[in-house]
C-alpha cells in the first residue's frame, strides 16, 4: 500500500501529460428567409405563408438535420421569427448578400419565402455568382398571366422653373394578348395638363411618352398620371402615378474656378449637380475675374499667381469663398493674397484622411466614418488660422489624430469662407459608392457644407431640415439642430414635433429623439395628404414651421403576380430548386434532408489532460494510505 502511495505521488510530481480525444457531430444551419412586405398579402398569399413557415419550423426531419435560423426582410433583413407583411419596400438582392455574409464559411442552404417582386436595390437574379449558398426559392404568389396594363415607371426633375416647360418620362407597359388602346392623362388638381392616345399589342407592349408641362405657380405641384384601365384589368391601381415638382425662380450658380485639369473638378461638379437647385462652371482664372458678380459661390481649386485678379475682384464684391489646396497650390502666392490663414510652403507632401468633429454647430451634418475613406494629397504641414474658425474633419495623419485642420469653416465680415487641405477628393466621392452603391452620403455632405457657404442667412438657434416632398413609399423624417446662446449643440433640450394635416385638420404632437448631433422624428405612419409644421423648443419661445406633402403611391401595391422566372433563374443558378407555395411542404422537407451535399458533419475536439486533474488517481492515493494505516494499526504495527 505504501508503496503505490508513494509511486502515485511521484508521479504527481512528474505531472505527465496525455490526449484525450472526443467526437461530436454538428448540424448544418438552415437559414429560412421570408418576404415580410406587403405585396405578399396584396397578392393574398399571407396566411399561406405563415402556414408554409410554421410547418417548415416544426419539421422534426429539419430539426433532426439542421440548425434552423429565421430570417424576415423587406428592406432590411432582420433575425426574427415575427411575420406581419407590412414592410414598404422590398430588397431581395440585400437580403440574400446578408445571408451570405453570415454564413460564408460554413453549408448553409437558403430557404427564400417571397413573391419575387423586388421593389429596391440591385437585380438579384444576378447575385448567384457571389454566394456560396444553394437558395431554394419558395415562389409565393400566382404565376398565371393576366391583362394588364401599367405605368412601369415615371421619371420628372425634383425641381422645374417658373414659366418654363418641365419634361415629364412616362414608361407603360401592357400584358395581354389583343392589340388594345388607351389614353394617357396628366392631370393636376383636377385639371388636364397634357394626354396622348397609346396602342399596344401583343409585340408593341412597351411605350416610352414624353410630354412637356407649363410650370405656371411657384410651390410644390402635385401632378397625376393615369392610363385609362381596361374593363377586364384586375389590378387598377398600377395605372397611376402621382408625383410631384417644385417650381422655383432661380438657381444657386457655383463658379468652379481652376488653372489646372484634375479629376477632383469633374467629381465635384456632378457632386454638387447632383441636386437641380445648384449650376456649377468650370471656369479659368482669366475667364472668372469679368463673371464673378454671376455666382454666389466661388470655389477656388489650387490657386496659384493666375488667380491675383480673381482674388481682387472677391474681396470689392465680397463673394463667399471655398478653396481647396492641394501639391500644386502656391503657398507663398496664397500667403500673400489673403489674411484669413497661411501656410509654410514645403517642398514635401503627405496623405491625410479625416476624422469628424461631432460638435460642429454650423449646419447639419450626418454621422460619417470618414476613416474608411482614402487619404487626400496635401503639402506638409498644417494652416495656421488668423481668426475665429470652426474644424469640420481634423487631420489624420498615419493612424494619429492631430488638431490640423483639414476641412474647416471661418467668417470675414459679411462674408463666409471654408478651406479643404487635401486634393483627390474624387477618390472620397468613388468610395462612397463603393461602399453605399450610390453617391448619396459624399453628396449630401458636400451639398450641405456649399448650401451653407452660399448663404448669408444669420445664423439661426433652432434649424429644422426637410424636404418640400416625399413619396409614399420612402423614409420621411424631420431633422433639427438647437443651440444655446452660445451657438453650441445643445443635447438636453426638448424638442416637440406638432404636424397638421391640411385636409383633416388633425394635429399630431411627436417628441424629438436626439440622434448624434441632431434631432430627428420619424413620420412614415403618417397617410398621404399636405401637411403643415411646427418644431419649438419647449420652455423658450423659440420655434420653426414649414409645410411638406406625402403623395400617395405604395409601390407593393404595384404587382399583379409572383416573378417566378426571376426567382428560377437563381435556383438553378445557385444549385438550389424552387418550388411554388402551393406544393406540399413534404417536397421541400424531402429535397433538403435526401440531399447529400448536406451531411451532418462529425468533429472530433483534442484535449491535453495534466494527470493531476485525473480525480481517480487523488481517490487512489487517499484509499492506499488509509488501507496502509488500517492493516498496521489491526496488525499492531503502530
Known amino acids: 500500500m505504501r508503496f503505490l502511495s508513494v509511486f502515485a505521488l511521484l508521479l504527481l510530481l512528474i505531472n505527465p501529460k496525455f490526449k484525450q480525444k472526443s467526437y461530436y457531430t454538428e448540424k448544418l444551419i438552415l437559414t429560412i428567409a421570408v418576404d415580410n412586405s406587403s405585396s405578399v398579402a396584396e397578392l393574398g398569399y399571407d396566411e399561406k405563408v405563415t402556414a408554409f413557415v410554421e410547418s417548415l419550423k416544426n419539421s422534426k426531419e429539419l430539426q ?259 478653396t481647396i489646396t492641394g501639391t500644386q497650390t502656391d503657398w507663398n502666392f496664397l500667403n500673400n493674397i489673403q489674411n484669413s490663414f497661411r501656410k509654410e510652403d514645403l517642398a514635401e507632401t503627405e496623405e491625410v484622411q479625416g476624422q469628424l468633429n461631432a460638435n460642429y454647430a454650423n449646419f447639419l451634418i450626418e454621422s460619417i466614418d470618414f476613416s474608411d475613406y482614402p487619404p487626400l494629397e496635401n503639402a506638409f504641414g498644417e494652416v495656421e488660422f488668423n481668426g475665429a474658425y470652426e474644424i469640420i474633419l481634423s487631420q489624420v495623419i498615419s493612424g494619429v489624430a492631430t488638431d490640423g485642420a483639414l476641412l474647416a469653416t471661418y467668417t470675414n465680415q459679411n462674408t463666409r469662407s471654408a478651406i479643404l487641405t487635401g486634393e483627390n477628393i474624387w477618390k472620397w466621392r468613388a468610395n462612397s459608392f463603393l461602399v453605399q452603391e450610390n453617391f448619396i452620403e459624399f453628396d449630401t455632405f458636400l451639398g450641405k457644407l456649399v448650401q451653407y457657404l452660399a448663404s448669408n442667412k444669420k445664423r439661426e438657434r433652432l434649424t429644422v431640415g426637410y424636404e418640400s416632398f416625399y413619396y409614399g413609399n420612402r423614409e420621411i423624417q424631420l431633422t433639427a439642430q438647437y443651440f444655446n446662446p452660445s451657438y453650441e449643440f445643445d443635447p438636453n433640450a426638448n424638442l416637440t414635433a406638432i404636424i397638421k394635416n391640411k385636409d383633416t385638420d388633425i394635429t399630431t404632437t411627436y417628441p424629438m429623439l436626439l440622434g448624434s448631433g441632431f434631432y430627428t422624428v420619424d413620420l412614415n405612419n403618417l397617410p398621404s395628404g399636405s401637411y403643415n409644421f411646427t418644431v419649438r423648443a419647449e420652455g423658450k419661445n423659440i420655434r420653426k414651421s414649414g409645410s411638406f406633402k406625402i403623395l400617395e403611391f405604395d409601390i407593393e401595391k404595384q404587382f399583379l403576380n409572383a416573378d417566378a422566372k426571376r426567382l428560377e433563374t437563381i435556383a438553378v443558378k445557385s444549385n438550389g430548386k424552387s418550388f411554388h407555395i402551393d406544393n406540399n411542404v413534404q417536397t421541400i422537407i424531402s429535397e433538403l434532408t435526401n440531399d447529400q451535399r448536406f451531411k451532418t458533419i462529425e468533429k472530433s475536439n483534442e484535449k491535453v489532460v495534466s494527470l493531476i486533474d485525473w480525480k481517480y488517481l487523488l481517490a487512489l492515493i487517499a484509499i492506499c494510505l488509509a488501507l496502509e494505516w488500517f492493516l498496521r494499526k489491526y496488525y499492531g504495527l503502530i
Open 64 to 322: 433532426d438535420k439542421f440548425e434552423i435560423d429565421n430570417y424576415t426582410f423587406a428592406k432590411e433583413l432582420k433575425e426574427s421569427d415575427s411575420i406581419n407583411f407590412t414592410g414598404s419596400q422590398t430588397n431581395i438582392n440585400k437580403a440574400l448578400k446578408d445571408v451570405n455574409k453570415l454564413y460564408k464559411n460554413a453549408i448553409a442552404p437558403t430557404i427564400l419565402i417571397t413573391d419575387g417582386n423586388q421593389t429596391y436595390g440591385n437585380d438579384y437574379q444576378f447575385l448567384s455568382s457571389k454566394i456560396k449558398q444553394p437558395i431554394y426559392p419558395v415562389i409565393a404568389g400566382d404565376t398565371t398571366t393576366y391583362v394588364d396594363l401599367k405605368i412601369d415607371q415615371l421619371n420628372a426633375n425634383k425641381y422645374a422653373y417658373l414659366k418654363n416647360k418641365f419634361p415629364v418620362e412616362v414608361i407603360a407597359t401592357y400584358t395581354g394578348n389583343e392589340t388594345i388602346q388607351t389614353n394617357l392623362v396628366l392631370t393636376a388638381d383636377g385639371k388636364r395638363l397634357a394626354s396622348q392616345a397609346l396602342t399596344f399589342s401583343p409585340t408593341e407592349n412597351s411605350k416610352v411618352v414624353n410630354l412637356n408641362v407649363s410650370a405656371t405657380k411657384i410651390g410644390v405641384q402635385t401632378l397625376r398620371a393615369t392610363l385609362t384601365p381596361l374593363t377586364e384589368e384586375k389590378n387598377t391601381q398600377n395605372n397611376t402615378r402621382y408625383f410631384a415638382v417644385e417650381v422655383i425662380d432661380q438657381k444657386v450658380k457655383i463658379a468652379l474656378v481652376s488653372d489646372i485639369i484634375h479629376p477632383d473638378l469633374g467629381a465635384i461638379k456632378k457632386s454638387l449637380e447632383s441636386n437641380e437647385l445648384r449650376g456649377v462652371d468650370i471656369l479659368k482664372p482669366a475667364e472668372a475675374t469679368s463673371k464673378l458678380n454671376d455666382y454666389q459661390l466661388v470655389i477656388l481649386y489650387q490657386p496659384n499667381r493666375k488667380f491675383e485678379e480673381v482674388y481682387q475682384n472677391i474681396q470689392r464684391l465680397e463673394k463667399n469663398i471655398f
